[in-house]
């Protein structure tokens, strides 16, 4: 088996770690919280130091939060350490900062693949992840075996590092849309006297079925937010996301204000703010007031 290396130790890095120690790696783990490395290590990883000690393995994966996150960690000094290396940059970043990281790599002898994943962290914990994948075919070749041990399937993406990362973003807002037209729907049909669980499996189980919709729609019906497996400030940074790769080719959403409107809304609410992406439907539920209006205007 190998020795990887894998940075970053959240809900979902830990527990795609957890698949690859499983699988019989000798995974070097690298978090800003002492706590997740211990935790890691109890489950048979290799502790180490400093980001740039899991970045000279041959292959490291990195799971970071966003951009920032992403910034503090691969410095220049860091990424001269990628000789001759592979990296795997997990997590949604901006496709502009994808394309940067991987100048620098590239520049230092490396070579950066872009592989942001779909799914919550109890998918990552199955193994059952999507992972959309875009870089060198000789490097994304010698990676397959650790991303079959994370992910259900893997979608090859082209060459370019950053184009991952602009489709994930557009997948995040599709499920935005599916999430607020679950909680408006909700709203409408509970008015009514319908259970939210009723109408909720009547759109999964006819014209809406998927991940999301069956998904989001048990959570949003059951008003289960807490603890969040996406957390709505992570959702507002994907909607920053989607807004950057519409602009970069020119397309205008017309929905976009009125998504940003509601998150911004969520986000100023007290009872929301910490909570699942999803609470974006309570929103609508709730009547809470959006900038320019009310939701139910």
């Known amino acids: 088996m190998s020795t990887i290396g894998f940075l970053g130790l959240g809900s979902m890095g830990s527990a795609m770690a957890s698949r690859l120690i499983d699988a019989g790696h000798e995974v070097r783990v690298w978090n800003r919280s002492p706590d997740a490395v211990a935790a890691a290590v109890s489950r048979g990883a290799v502790g180490v130091d400093a980001p740039e000690d899991a970045l000279a393995c041959a292959i490291s994966f990195s799971m970071l939060a966003n951009d ?3 910034q503090a960690v691969m410095t220049q000094d860091r990424i001269a350490v990628l000789g001759g290396r592979i990296h795997v940059a997990m997590a949604s970043i901006s496709p502009d900062l994808a394309a940067s990281l991987a100048d620098h790599v590239t520049a230092a002898g490396g070579t950066y693949v872009a592989a942001p994943v779909l799914g919550r962290p109890s998918v990552a ?3 059952e992840l999507n992972i ?3 870089g060198s075919p000789d490097a994304v070749a010698d990676i397959q075996p650790y991303l ?3 992910g259900k399937r893997v979608w090859i993406l082209g060459e370019r590092p950053a184009v991952a990362n602009a489709v994930k973003a557009a997948v995040n807002y599709n499920i935005i849309h599916a999430m ?3 909680g408006e729907s909700v709203a409408m049909t509970e008015r009514l006297g319908v259970p939210a669980e009723t109408f909720t499996e009547l759109l999964s189980s006819t014209l809406f079925g998927g991940v999301a919709y069956s998904g ?3 959570i949003i019906a059951a008003q289960r937010y807490s603890p969040p497996g996406f957390h709505i400030t992570l959702g507002r940074k994907d909607l920053d996301l ?4 519409a602009r970069s080719v020119g397309v205008s959403p017309a929905t976009l204000p009125a998504l940003t409107a509601v998150f911004e809304a969520a986000l100023a609410h007290d009872d929301l703010k910490d909570l699942d ?3 974006i439907a309570e929103v609508s539920r709730r009547d809470v007031p959006i900038p320019g209006g009310t939701a139910t205007e």
Request: aromatic letters at 8%; zero cysteines; a negative charge.
């Open 180 to 182: 607020q037209a679950i």
């Open 148 to 150: 079959d041990v994370m």
């Open 277 to 279: 992406w999803s609470a």
């Open 68 to 70: 920032e996150a992403m």
């Open 125 to 127: 914990a199955e193994g």
């Open 132 to 134: 959309l994948v875009a």
């Open 216 to 218: 989001y729609g048990d």
């Open 242 to 245: 989607a807004e950057q790769v």
